[in-house]
Nanobody
Framework: QVQLVESGGGLVQPGGSLRLSCAAS????????VAWFRQAPGKEREGMSC????????WSADSVKDRFTISRDNAKNAVYLQMNSLKPEDTAVYYC??????????WGQGTQVTVSS
């Protein structure tokens, strides 16, 4: 069964850090691009960071550049999102996604991140 499972979300104070994890099962992540999205209440889902499976190139949204870092560990079949200097506006449900050029597209169930004092 193909599955992506996120973990690591929670409540953190402004300025704090969290590390989200996304564990893949039922397929091998190493041939897939990976990405993190988030969706705040009343807003559309938006892409935060992604990483190529071919050359490891990365992209991050301007709103999180220099604060969020995506990484992958193909040996552990996992993707991570290190989030630093968190702000209240980072509060959202965070989703991981893996996809390839052949049309495969998988999403996790999401993990809640709340930034509040």
């Amino acid at each position: 069964q193909v599955q992506l499972v996120e973990s690591g979300g929670g409540l953190v104070q402004p300025g704090g850090s969290l590390r989200l994890s996304c564990a893949a099962s039922g397929f091998s992540l190493d041939t897939y691009a990976v990405a993190w999205f988030r969706q705040a209440p009343g807003k559309e889902r938006e892409g935060m960071s992604c990483m190529s499976s071919i050359d490891g190139s990365e992209w991050s949204a301007d709103s999180v550049k220099d604060r969020f870092t995506i990484s992958r560990d193909n040996a552990k079949n996992a993707v991570y999102l290190q989030m630093n200097s968190l702000k209240p506006e980072d509060t959202a449900v965070y989703y991981c996604r893996s996809y390839d050029r052949y049309g495969s597209n998988y999403w996790g169930q999401g993990t809640q991140v709340t930034v509040s004092s």
